[in-house]
């Protein structure tokens, strides 16, 4: 069964910095993108960083120049750098896969549960 858990969250100051991590478990046959999305109360969840399998990268324009996505030398993990964190940045930040498991399958989706961010003074 495959899992993703993410960590790094937590409580910031504007302008300051933080790294979201994320780990995936499980036989994964193999992943085609990773991405974070974020969801703020009252919003819907948005996309924030995209890395493909191929390394090429994508970010919302809100985050562009503040946020850095990169996976590990284990492909299966995931990061996400963000500096110059703003009370806007405020969110869950979700981790998310986009794989197939088994050859032949179908490509899913797969999520983890969910890590705060709080950017408060």
């Known amino acids: 069964q495959v899992q993703l858990v993410e960590s790094g969250g937590g409580l910031a100051q504007p302008g300051g910095s933080l790294r979201l991590s994320c780990a995936a478990s499980g036989s994964i046959f193999s992943i085609y993108a990773m991405n974070w999305y974020r969801q703020a109360p009252g919003k819907e969840r948005e996309l924030v960083a995209t890395?493909?399998?191929?390394?090429?990268?994508n970010y919302a324009d809100s985050v562009k120049g503040r946020f850095t996505v990169s996976r590990g030398n284990a492909r299966n993990t995931l990061f996400l750098e963000m500096n110059s964190l703003k009370p806007e940045d405020t969110a869950v930040y979700y981790c998310n896969m986009v794989a197939r498991v088994v050859a032949g399958d179908k490509v899913l989706n797969y999520w983890g549960q969910g890590t705060q961010v709080t950017v408060s003074s």
């Open positions: 890395i493909t399998s191929g390394d090429s990268t």
